[in-house]
Structure formats: C-alpha cells, structure tokens
C-alpha cells in the first residue's frame, strides 16, 4: 500500500503544495506523528471504512481510501462515491488535522460546512485537512477531496474543539 501512497502524494504534489500554503505547523511531531498514524491506521473504524492515514509533513494530514469498494458507492447502481463517505472522510482529514494541535487532548468536529461540488468518480478518494487559525481551544481548518484529475470535488470548513474535560471554554 505504500507504493500507492506514495503515488497519491507524488501525482497530487503541487495541489498539496498550494493546500498546505497557509496550514499552521502541527504541535506534535516526528516519531509522535509516527505513532499516531500507526495508531488510526490499525483503528477498527478506520479499517472498516478503508480510510489510510498519511501526514503528508507537519502541516497536512492526508486520510485516503485507497481502493474504493462497493460499499463506498452511491445507490441504485451509481458509480459515484456516497454522500456518507465523502461527510465521513472530510471530517477525518479536518479531525485530525486539529488533534495535532492539541498534543495528549481529546478533540472533535463541532461545526463542519461541507460542498459537494461534482460526483466523485474513481479507484481511490484522496483527503487533505489542515488548520489555518487556532486558540487555546479551537481550531479552524479545511479539508478537500480531490479526484484522480486533481480536481476538488468536495470541501468543508471546520471548527476542531478541545473536549470540555480540559476547558470550560468549549
């Protein structure tokens, strides 16, 4: 699979790079991101959606399926990707993406504005998230699916909140 990761990253590289333009630095870093991306690609949930994590350096978290299956499809014979799993992978991207601000804590999407812009079409569904603006207990970010054209097909903007156990801000 990491043949095909790299792939990904390589034939999406200048979309990456203007992605990432304005993304701010994540706070862990190294082998802790190392760690992390162990740790979601071994996760259950994200084995059972295909959902692969990869940071692509310190400011972007790429989550992808790298084999889009059957159940990854729109109904009645579509062969576009479902609303679900592009709402699901976008929130994924962006998630992360805010969990790597706030190292040790719990977080999580409170608000997030998606736009599906055109069907996705495809062997693979390729996610970017990052954060722009961040406090002491949010985070603002974006994620983008692109296909393999490298064209946006889905966006959204988002609010990445630390859990209310470590403030009473949130």
């Known amino acids: 699979m990491i043949n ?3 792939y990904f990253i390589g034939k999406h590289r200048n979309d990456i790079d203007i992605f990432k333009s304005d993304a701010l ?3 862990l870093e190294g082998e802790e991101l190392s760690d992390w991306q162990q740790y979601f690609n071994g996760w259950p949930c994200s084995e059972h959606q295909g959902f692969h ?9 790429m989550v992808c399926i790298p084999n889009v299956k059957p159940e990854h499809l729109g109904g009645k014979g579509e062969h576009a990707v479902n609303g679900a799993t592009i709402s699901g992978i976008l ?7 805010g969990f790597m601000h706030y190292k040790g804590k719990t977080c999580g999407t ?13 062997d693979y569904v ?14 603002f970010g974006e994620s983008v699916i692109l296909n393999e054209s490298s064209v946006v097909c889905a966006s959204s903007n988002s609010i990445v909140a630390v859990s209310g156990r470590y403030s009473n801000a949130v």
């Open 4 to 6: 095909k990761i790299d």
């Open 25 to 27: 630095v994540f706070e």
């Open 53 to 61: 994590l990869n940071f692509i350096d310190n400011r972007v978290a």
């Open 91 to 97: 929130d994924c991207a962006v998630s992360v993406a």
């Open 110 to 122: 409170i608000s997030n504005n998606i736009v599906m812009k055109r069907p996705l079409y495809g």
């Open 126 to 139: 390729l996610c970017l998230g990052k954060i722009s603006k961040r406090s002491k207990n949010l985070c």
